[in-house]
């Protein structure tokens, strides 16, 4: 990616539009790299997409309001930051990314949770949408989309239409891996959508898989190949 440059642990392209955030921190690399490994089989990949979707919503998160509150310790009365501002809401593409709501609501059990269905045609590779259910009040909350791969785009965009149509004003896009073209494909339609990601891979290979990648991700999580 251009104009990426490093900080402590992620790289930012500049500017307030069509933000990229790679979290580079070892860790995360790490679980990743886990994850690629064809010999990973589902129990330990889905253990590892969760683990990874706390790190990337630890960087997501980062902006979040907090405010004040007065409470006292077991030592002395104090004033404590604690969340404040716009409610929440995780929204996870089907399948893959039930994987990742689960994990996390573990770190924001207020937030609602949404789902879209989509699954992308083997053939076109356009996104087919089966199913929708979101939060009525998703135009008062700050929504975080969970798909573990952003490959042609197509799905996050559908996607990003879908929220939008219902009245989502703020939306950030967490996955695990993304490549160039699907970057470059959510933002030439929602240039307002942060994208947060372990890792931009090379390209897409002929059949849109990303190269090197880690293979289908909803199969690997559900063993259905
Ligand atoms: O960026 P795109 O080219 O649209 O591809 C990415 C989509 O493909 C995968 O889902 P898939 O269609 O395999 O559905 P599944 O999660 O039910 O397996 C993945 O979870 C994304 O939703
Ligand atoms: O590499 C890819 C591309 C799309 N969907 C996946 O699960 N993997
Ligand atoms: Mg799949």
Redesign the pocket.
């Given at each position: 990616m251009s104009g990426l440059h490093a900080q402590d642990t992620t790289s930012q392209s500049s500017g307030p539009q069509h933000l990229v955030t790679v979290v580079s921190h070892p860790l995360v690399q790490h679980k990743l790299s886990l994850m690629r490994d064809i010999h990973t089989g589902p129990k330990e990949f889905r253990e590892l997409a969760a683990e990874v979707t706390l790190l990337l919503a630890y960087e997501a998160m980062r902006d979040l309001e907090t405010e004040a509150v007065t409470l006292e310790t077991p030592i002395q009365k104090g004033e404590f930051p604690m969340l404040a501002g716009k409610k929440l809401a995780v929204v996870a593409?089907?399948?893959?990314?039930l994987i990742m709501s689960d994990s996390i609501l573990r770190l924001v059990p207020a937030a609602r949770v949404g789902h879209i269905g989509?699954?992308?045609d083997p053939e076109t590779?356009r996104?087919v949408a089966y199913y929708n259910k979101l939060p009525q009040d998703i135009a008062e909350r700050r929504v975080f989309l969970l798909?573990?791969?952003?490959?042609?785009?197509?799905?996050?965009v559908a996607a990003i239409d879908t929220l939008k149509a219902a009245g989502a004003l703020s939306v950030k896009l967490l996955s695990v891996l993304a490549v160039p073209e699907?970057i470059a494909r959510v933002h030439a339609s929602h240039p307002d959508v942060e994208i947060v990601t372990a890792a931009v891979d090379e390209r897409l290979n002929d059949h849109?898989y990303i190269v090197p990648g880690l293979g289908?991700?909803?199969?690997r999580i559900y063993g259905t190949k």
């Open positions: 593409i089907l399948r893959a990314g989509l699954y992308r590779l996104p798909d573990p791969m952003l490959a042609t785009g197509g799905s996050a699907g849109g289908d991700a909803g199969d």
